[in-house]
């Protein structure tokens, strides 16, 4: 099982999310945490200027992780997702060094947060750069339901038409969109389905059996599994699932198969 | 073991979504068993649509529905009467209907009015005289609330004012940490998981501060997901005999069953 979009460091708006409780969870649904493979992305590097040192740092981290593991440790593989920042001018050595120091398996980006849109040409140059090395692009949409933001910080989603027109436009780079919502899925899934770059993240999908539904509109092979974790309860992703009551052949695809094509895994 | 939805929506404008399926309800029931959920507490609020400031005739129509419903399946469905406070007369006519000749188990209040206005009086006084909850939607929106929109403070007020109904506040992770707060002070205020993200830890501070006794599982589907909404209950760090009482407990004390 392979969870394409979750999260390291704390977040600041919402208390206890350091409490990961991902070894319960998904012991009690795999069975074994080693067949567990998480892509992490640091929350940091969504609100410092300089999103690159908290890369590193996650980096850092998730090392003495994996050494736990080689040393036996029945823990999730931890894979770093690198956070860019393009409106910063030196976002082609952090993605230089995300690649080949840092070992990033994909490049996430935050365009709402970091105040950019896809369409600029930096940004432009980026998606078109994480394509020539061949690193999928997490275009995240949104990290919390804006009727709940902070007063004084109030971030409003990502367009989902950018993020299509973006993809269009540099169709060598891989696309995820990361917590896209039902509505949007589905009110744009003719766009979507014309986009053979472009992969959906399901965490924040919802509406009474969602998976299925999405599975109808995109088929398995466009749908990854992934869980906003530990922003999100583990136990409602893994529910979605079952919900579906997936054929052996839909969950391995959404729960694997696509991720380890999409991300080389 | 038994899993009660104490929050979900059913509408004769709300498609079928099962392949092959003409039958929404039906669906729906399917749906909520996939993930182990046995009986689900429904309402509509409209036949055409969510209806803000439905007339008697609308929320009639509406709970006719429900009631149609509910004698499809006599052993899943439990109906809450929907109203409008505004028309004092037709709703509490309504509840007669709809609750004593019809068998429904509680009262649904929406947006028609703030839980803090004194219009709504009369109705809570009829939800003491038979012994029913009155589940009253909640909400902290920092894009700003619809104008009769309540908030957890006006679901205070009520409290305060008719301590001896069983309120069921709606949306937990609408009404978030301040909302839990806000009720804390009146134990005949419970709150429901329905709605929202499955934002983690929220569900664990609602039963350290009220206790697992006024926490309530609900899912508010089908707009939300049965195993998105659920996995927040399983998924948050309990003891089993709390989670208990989130999953049926409360519900069955409330409602008699």
Redesign the interface.
Known sequence: MIDVNAYRDSYPFRPGVLALEFDLTYRGFEGSLAVVSLLVSPLRAIFWEEPQTANEYAHADIRSYQQKRAAGAEIPNQLLVAVINPTLRNWERSLEQSHKELGAVAIKLHPNYHTYHLTDSAARELLRACGEKGLPVIVQMRMQDTRSHHPLMQVPDVDINEVLEAAAATPQTTFVIGGIKWGEASSKANDINALPNVWLDISQCEVADVLRRLIRLFGAGKLLFGTHAPLFYIKSALLKLEEARLTAEERELITERNARELFRL | MTIIDAHVHIGRFMPP???GSDDFVA??ID?AR??GISRLVVTSLGNRGYTHYPTPQEFRAANDHVLEAMARFPDVLIGFCYVNPRYKEESLGEIDRCIVAGGMKGIKLWISQKASDSVVDPILARAAELGVPVLQHA?????GNYPDESTPADVAAMARRHPTVNIIMAHL??A?YRGVIDIAPYPNVHVDTSG??????VV??AVRELGAERVVFGSD????????????V????MEDERRELILHGNVERMLGL
Do not use: H, I, N
């Not at chain 2, 909400?139 to 894009?143: D, E, I, L, N, V």
């Not at chain 2, 997901?225 to 659920?230: A, D, I, K, M, Y």
């Not at chain 2, 399983?234 to 760090?237: E, K, Q, S, T, V």
């Open positions: 979504f099962r392949e669906d729906l749906s996939s993930v909400w902290y929106k920092t894009t992770t609408g978030g929202g993200d499955p934002e983690s830890t664990e501070f589907a089908p707009g939300r997901s049965f195993g998105v909404q659920l996995g927040k399983l998924g948050a760090g």
